[in-house]
């Protein structure tokens, strides 16, 4: 069984906009998310900027009762399904509701409030002082859990967890559910909420991370020579995803269709990426495979681009490996410049960017771009937007423990 897929909904909430226009608008016109932590104390810290999400207001999905008992990832993922699922018109009915999914990931999960609870526990001593939602608050389930019993969606709700790839195999994987008449229609993405102190701290040790700190926007360079690390992000990204028919007896509106999906393994190190590229290149191909295309009916490449010396390249030569000498004219950016790096979060978002890109037309700019690296001299759209025809969309993600996964995206 091979049933085609569709999205008929979308939403976002990023360091960017706190809507999935408010966030394609500032990306289409090159604006940073990038500025300053203001989440914790930073004085002691080499690395003081990240990408919040400024702003943000759970009381938008969430009574404040709801809003005590779950943890800021949950927050933002039931923000960003509330407008993705509002924007589908997807309702729960007696006949429907054991065949819709939910599928909303995090990679990292309920880290905010794991530090807030040991924090408070050691400074009680008396662990009748833990709040009786701490293990809600920390399930990487949590967020998809909660939307399912809000929505009443009782088909299958349960998240894959590939790091940063996380947003990406929990689409992928909701469409192949469709595909394989397992449901019929799904809400699938993925949220996180990881700027905290040891996060920030066990990236910088490792050397991942951008200490730009005077000039905040401009701190995440991908697939520049100067570039300097990433940025730590936050935010959600949600998808409704729904088979053809399922879609069109609702009359709902259709963004674009999901024709491709690959995901592998590197099976080479625990957070580099095998540096030849070859992993990346599988996933790549198998996307292709998948939809039945080839490399030159690819419009556009939303890449990984984290802004990091082993990344960069390595994205670089696995789109060669592919595309060979069509790498050089298929345009290529990295929206990480903007929204900074949300973790398993930034590949659902950027499969939204994939579906605008395709509605108006743009290839949306690689930021801060200032001189060409020899090993990344691909066409990253730098600093300006691009107005060109768009009809199919690659885009892809990679994670730490070495997952790599390909989205292609068509118009429908």
Not at 7 to 12: A, E, L, P, S
Not at 84 to 106: C, K, Q
Not at 364 to 369: D, F, R, V
């Amino acid at each position: 069984m091979n049933r085609r897929v569709v999205v008929t909904g979308i939403g976002v909430v990023s360091p960017c906009g706190n809507t999935a226009a408010e966030t394609w608008d500032n990306i289409k016109n090159g604006r940073s998310g990038t500025g300053l932590i203001t989440r914790f104390d930073v004085s002691n810290f080499a690395v003081k900027v990240a990408a919040e999400a400024k702003g943000f207001d759970p009381a938008v999905a969430l009574a404040p009762k709801e809003i005590r008992r779950r943890d800021r990832f949950q927050h933002l993922s039931a923000a960003a399904a509330r407008e993705a699922i509002l924007d589908s018109g997807l309702v729960a009915t007696d006949e429907n509701r054991t065949r819709i999914g939910t599928f909303v990931g995090s990679a990292v999960g309920g880290v905010t409030s794991f530090i807030n609870e040991v924090v408070a526990l050691e400074k009680a001593g008396d662990p009748r002082q833990i709040t009786p939602f701490a293990i809600p608050m920390l399930m990487g389930n949590g967020g998809s859990a909660h939307i399912s019993i809000e929505y009443g969606f009782n088909g299958p709700s349960y998240v894959l967890t590939s790091a940063c790839a996380t947003g990406a195999d929990n689409i992928g994987h909701a469409a192949d559910m469709i595909r394989l008449g397992r449901i019929d229609a799904a809400v699938a993405g993925c949220g996180e909420a990881p700027i905290v102190q040891m996060g920030i701290a066990a990236f910088d040790r490792i050397g991942a991370c951008s200490r730009d700190n005077d000039t905040p926007e401009q701190a995440s360079r991908p697939f520049s020579k100067d570039r300097s690390g990433l940025v730590f992000g936050e935010g959600a990204g949600v998808l409704v995803l729904e088979e053809l028919s399922f879609a069109k007896q609702r009359g709902a509106h259709i963004y674009g269709e999901i024709v491709g999906y690959g995901t592998t393994s590197d099976a080479f190190h625990i957070t580099a990426p095998q540096p030849d590229g070859l992993g990346a290149a599988r996933a790549v191909r198998e996307a292709l495979d998948t939809a039945g295309l080839r490399p030159d009916q690819i419009n556009y490449i939303n890449a990984h681009g984290t802004a990091t010396a082993l990344n960069d390249a390595m994205e670089t030569k696995a789109i060669k490996a592919v595309f060979g000498e069509l790498a050089y004219k298929v345009p290529m950016s990295s929206t990480k410049s903007m929204t900074g790096h949300c973790m398993g979060t930034t590949a659902a978002i950027e499969a939204v960017f994939a579906l605008l890109a395709i509605r108006d037309n743009v290839a949306p700019p690689t930021i801060n771009y200032r001189e060409r690296d020899p090993e990344c001299d691909l066409d990253c759209v730098p600093n300006v937007a691009r107005e060109m025809p768009i009809d199919v969309v690659m885009s892809n993600s990679f994670g730490f423990g070495g997952h790599n996964v390909s989205l292609i995206i068509r118009r429908f």
